[in-house]
């Protein structure tokens, strides 16, 4: 499709023809992509979904099931396969629908949840994606660079993480999709390698580690189930991101599954790698990566390490692109040429600081994290699917797009499936819910609980309560 020049005028993609531009700086923020700068193929979100996984925040996930949880290998293994897949399996979904509208995921959201609704779970986003999980990989990063450079500060090691996370990030869409490229093959290899010397040591058989506190194999089970679906699922609100600059024609499934399966390779491997190395170390364990390159060749753990921080910046210009997209998706007036990297700027120093109160404890902090994330994903995620469902066969486009669009069914059956859930069922150090105190064997499924709740009750109130958008200026047919 030719630019117009109404394009030129009000959508700064095109106005500065952006395109397949590596090393310029993304204009605008949440606008559609239009035609005129579609490009790419789906097999490059192989690497998008791989390489930000190629790092130790994906091992530490592995570890908690046999150190905190009291599971064996096996059994651990069987929770990271089972909630990796089913978190890998709706990010496929999510990132099928990018090339279609041409919008990123959380501006698709608006049409379950309207468009002043959508502050709900864009704003958590924002927060969760721009900052938390910023901070978390920003942690694991100067970890690793502070045990192959101890003559570096923790507090430098981190500064340097993040200097070079924003440099990325603040160029935006093009040269994060590059980054992810030319870095995940050179990732993919040195912890490959690393994978097979960690597992040849390990101890399938080793005995059960004391968690510290009573919780039943089929607790533990479902806590660590639920660590690694939130590993997985955390990706989810970014999905369409990545994919909405790829032709209107490319193939959907295609682009599904190698968003899918980058993932799932990706965590499954070093998820269970890192659940070999308790069987390893035992009690000394840690969430700590010098232990982890520990169990390598002198030269062979320098390289992991080096790759261990390599890979938190691949993991983190993700984070803080899509956090500063959720951010422009509530709304925000910025100077609309550059919107997203201002906000991408404003976050990752919001993230700096918060990873410098965080690094003194990372352990407790990165186990509640990765569950908490993922009460707030089971409800949105609900919602969005069901949505998708009830409006099959109708244009979208409208809804995303418009300001106006009202549907108060998404934010309330999100709501209430976060208020049901929460208390009820989640299973962290910083709070019990009532189920699990009573029955600690349920573990924590606050997830799949809210999930539930909001999926019913939105295909419920979907009915009840009337939605409204004003006609679409932009005709739209093709649907999920």
Same mark, same amino acid.
């Given at each position: 499709?030719?630019?117009?020049?109404?394009?030129?005028?009000?959508?700064?993609?095109?106005?500065?023809?952006?395109?397949?531009?590596?090393?310029?700086?993304?204009?605008?923020?949440?606008?559609?992509?239009?035609?005129?700068?579609?490009?790419?193929?789906?097999?490059?979100?192989?690497?998008?979904?791989?390489?930000?996984?190629?790092?130790?925040?994906? #091992?530490?996930?592995?570890?908690?099931?046999?150190?905190?949880?009291?599971?064996?290998?096996?059994?651990?293994?069987?929770?990271?396969?089972?909630?990796?897949?089913?978190?890998?399996?709706?990010?496929?979904?999510?990132?099928?629908?990018?090339?279609?509208?041409?919008?990123?995921?959380?501006?698709?959201?608006?049409?379950?949840?309207?468009?002043?609704?959508?502050?709900?779970?864009?704003?958590?986003?924002?927060?969760?994606?721009?900052?938390?999980?910023?901070?978390?990989?920003?942690?694991?990063?100067?970890?690793?660079?502070?045990?192959?450079?101890?003559?570096?500060?923790?507090?430098?090691?981190?500064?340097?993480?993040?200097?070079?996370?924003?440099?990325?990030?603040?160029?935006?869409?093009?040269?994060?999709?590059?980054?992810?490229? &030319?870095?995940?093959?050179?990732?993919?290899?040195?912890?490959? /390698?690393?994978?097979?010397?960690?597992?040849?040591?390990?101890?399938?058989?080793?005995?059960?580690?004391?968690?510290?506190?009573?919780?039943?194999?089929?607790?533990?089970?479902?806590?660590?189930?639920?660590?690694?679906?939130? &590993?997985?699922?955390?990706?989810?609100?970014?999905?369409?991101?990545?994919?909405?600059?790829?032709?209107?024609?490319?193939?959907?499934?295609?682009?599904?599954?190698?968003?899918?399966?980058?993932?799932?390779?990706?965590?499954? /491997?070093?998820? /269970?790698?890192?659940?070999?190395?308790?069987?390893?170390?035992?009690?000394?364990?840690?969430?700590?990566?010098?232990?982890?390159?520990?169990?390598?060749?002198?030269?062979?753990?320098?390289?992991?390490?080096?790759?261990?921080?390599?890979?938190?910046?691949?993991?983190?210009?993700?984070?803080?692109?899509?956090?500063?997209?959720?951010?422009?998706?509530?709304?925000?007036?910025?100077?609309?040429?550059?919107?997203?990297?201002?906000?991408?700027?404003?976050?990752?120093?919001?993230?700096?600081?918060?990873?410098?109160?965080? #690094? *003194?404890?990372?352990?407790?902090?990165?186990?509640?994290?990765?569950?908490?994330?993922?009460?707030?994903?089971?409800?949105?995620?609900?919602?969005?699917?069901?949505?998708?469902?009830?409006?099959?066969?109708?244009?979208?486009?409208?809804?995303?797009?418009?300001?106006?669009?009202?549907?108060?069914?998404?934010?309330?059956?999100?709501?209430?499936?976060?208020?049901?859930?929460?208390?009820?069922?989640?299973?962290?150090?910083? &709070?019990?819910?009532?189920?699990?105190?009573?029955?600690?064997?349920?573990?924590?499924?606050?997830?799949?609980?809210?999930?539930?709740?909001?999926?019913?009750?939105?295909?419920?109130?979907?009915?009840?309560?009337?939605?409204?958008?004003? *006609?679409?200026?932009?005709?739209?047919?093709?649907?999920?």
């Amino acid at each position: 499709m030719v630019t117009t020049r109404e394009e030129e005028e009000f959508n700064p993609i095109s106005a500065e023809h952006y395109g397949a531009r590596t090393v310029a700086v993304e204009p605008g923020g949440v606008e559609v992509v239009p035609d005129s700068e579609r490009h790419g193929h789906p097999r490059q979100l192989l690497w998008t979904w791989s390489s930000p996984n190629l790092e130790f925040a994906t #091992i530490g996930v592995g570890i908690l099931g046999p150190l905190f949880f009291g599971l064996t290998f096996w059994q651990t293994v069987a929770a990271v396969v089972l909630g990796t897949a089913l978190g890998c399996s709706t990010h496929g979904i999510l990132s099928s629908w990018g090339p279609v509208h041409g919008l990123c995921q959380m501006v698709l959201s608006r049409t379950g949840f309207g468009y002043r609704g959508n502050i709900l779970p864009a704003g958590l986003n924002a927060i969760v994606a721009g900052i938390g999980w910023f901070a978390v990989n920003s942690i694991s990063g100067a970890l690793a660079l502070h045990v192959l450079v101890p003559a570096l500060s923790q507090t430098v090691c981190v500064l340097i993480i993040v200097a070079a996370q924003l440099a990325i990030a603040f160029y935006g869409h093009n040269l994060v999709q590059s980054f992810e490229r &030319y870095a995940g093959p050179v990732l993919a290899v040195v912890f490959a /390698i690393g994978v097979i010397v960690v597992l040849a040591q390990t101890n399938p058989g080793a005995a059960r580690l004391d968690p510290g506190f009573p919780l039943p194999t089929s607790g533990g089970f479902l806590i660590e189930l639920s660590a690694a679906f939130g &590993y997985a699922c955390g990706w989810n609100p970014y999905a369409s991101d990545y994919s909405r600059y790829f032709p209107r024609s490319s193939n959907r499934k295609a682009v599904g599954a190698y968003a899918a399966v980058g993932e799932f390779l990706s965590c499954t /491997i070093l998820e /269970i790698a890192g659940a070999g190395m308790v069987t390893v170390l035992g009690a000394k364990s840690d969430l700590l990566p010098g232990l982890y390159s520990g169990l390598m060749p002198t030269w062979l753990g320098d390289l992991t390490l080096l790759c261990i921080a390599a890979g938190a910046v691949a993991a983190n210009v993700l984070n803080i692109y899509s956090g500063a997209m959720s951010f422009l998706a509530l709304g925000v007036k910025l100077p609309p040429r550059r919107a997203r990297s201002i906000v991408a700027t404003i976050f990752g120093i919001l993230g700096l600081i918060l990873a410098l109160i965080a #690094i *003194a404890n990372p352990g407790v902090n990165y186990e509640n994290f990765l569950l908490v994330i993922a009460y707030w994903i089971g409800p949105w995620l609900g919602v969005v699917l069901v949505d998708r469902w009830m409006r099959r066969g109708e244009p979208l486009h409208p809804w995303a797009v418009s300001i106006h669009s009202v549907n108060w069914a998404g934010p309330i059956a999100m709501g209430i499936g976060l208020l049901v859930s929460i208390p009820l069922f989640s299973n962290q150090s910083e &709070y019990l819910g009532v189920i699990p105190k009573a029955h600690p064997g349920i573990g924590d499924i606050t997830f799949f609980v809210g999930f539930l709740v909001a999926a019913i009750l939105y295909a419920v109130l979907r009915k009840a309560l009337p939605d409204r958008t004003p *006609a679409a200026r932009t005709q739209e047919t093709a649907t999920a």
